[in-house]
């Protein structure tokens, strides 16, 4: 596998998991999420897609594993005070809804300090 295929891959990762917290934080906050089709409130879906554009446009994907690790912080103050509280609340509680996920960002983020 090529050096660009690697970098996207793991992009297409992050916003994987990055989606999915958000989602969980969604469905176990906020009213509006519809549990049949899994779309997540006008608020959270924002939240979601700009997270996605911001990964897309990382410089540093190449090097860094997750935004949390990253020197250079390019959210908006108001996004990452959302994206805190998103990952505050659905951090812990990924082991219980995506073990795998969790236990993978876990490994990577410890392998990365």
């Known amino acids: ?3 660009k295929n690697k970098v996207e891959k793991k992009r297409q990762k992050e916003q994987y998991v990055v989606e999915e917290m958000i989602r969980l934080y969604c469905r176990k906050n906020h009213k509006e999420y519809d549990k049949t089709t899994g779309k997540m409130c006008p608020s959270c879906q924002e939240l979601s897609d ?5 990964s897309q446009k990382c410089p540093f994907m190449e090097e860094k594993t997750f935004c949390a690790n990253c020197k250079v912080h390019c959210y908006k103050p108001e996004m990452r005070e959302k994206i805190r509280k998103v990952m505050r609340f659905s ?5 219980f809804y995506h073990p795998v996920l969790a236990v993978w960002h876990l490994v990577c983020s410890v392998k990365e300090k």
């Open 91 to 95: 951090g812990p509680r990924m082991l």
């Open 1 to 3: 596998m090529n050096k």
């Open 50 to 54: 700009y997270a996605r554009l911001r």
